[in-house]
Nanobody, 115 residues
Framework: QVQLVESGGGLVEPGGSLKLSCAAS????????MGWYRQGPGDQRALVAS???????DYADSVKGRFTISRDVAKATVYLEMNRLKPEDSGEYFC?????????WGQGTQVTVSR
C-alpha cells in the first residue's frame, strides 16, 4: 500500500500564498497522474489541479492563473503553489496518486484563508 504524506497547509490571510507538498512512499512506474483535490464542509471532493507523467496539467477554472502544480516523477512528489489566495480556497486539500489499476489518497491538509 502506497502512503501519501501531505504538508504545507495552514492559516493565511486573503492575498497570501502557501505551498503544499505531497510525497508518496514509493514510485509507481508507468503512466500516472498526481493531483490535488479540495473538500469543503458538506461538499464533494473536487479537482484543484493535476499533472500527468507526460507533463499535462489540468486546473479548476477558479484557480487558473493563481495556482501552479509541479511534480517530480522520479521521486513521486507533487507540489501545489497557491498564490493570491481567497477565502473560497479554504478547505481540506487531498493528494491523489493514480494510474492503471490503482489510486491512492493522502490524509489531507487543511488550508484556511481568513483574516
Amino acid at each position: 500500500q502506497v502512503q501519501l504524506v501531505e504538508s504545507g497547509g495552514g492559516l493565511v490571510e486573503p492575498g497570501g500564498s502557501l505551498k503544499l507538498s505531497c510525497a508518496a512512499s514509493e514510485t509507481m512506474y508507468g503512466f500516472s497522474v498526481m493531483g490535488w483535490y479540495r473538500q469543503g464542509p458538506g461538499d464533494q471532493r473536487a479537482l484543484v489541479a493535476s499533472m500527468s507523467t507526460r507533463g499535462i496539467q489540468d486546473y479548476a477554472d477558479s484557480v487558473k492563473g493563481r495556482f501552479t502544480i509541479s511534480r517530480d516523477v522520479a521521486k513521486a512528489t507533487v507540489y501545489l503553489e497557491m498564490n493570491r489566495l481567497k477565502p473560497e480556497d479554504s478547505g481540506e486539500y487531498f493528494c491523489k496518486y493514480s494510474g492503471l489499476g490503482y489510486q491512492y489518497w493522502g490524509q489531507g491538509t487543511q488550508v484556511t484563508v481568513s483574516r
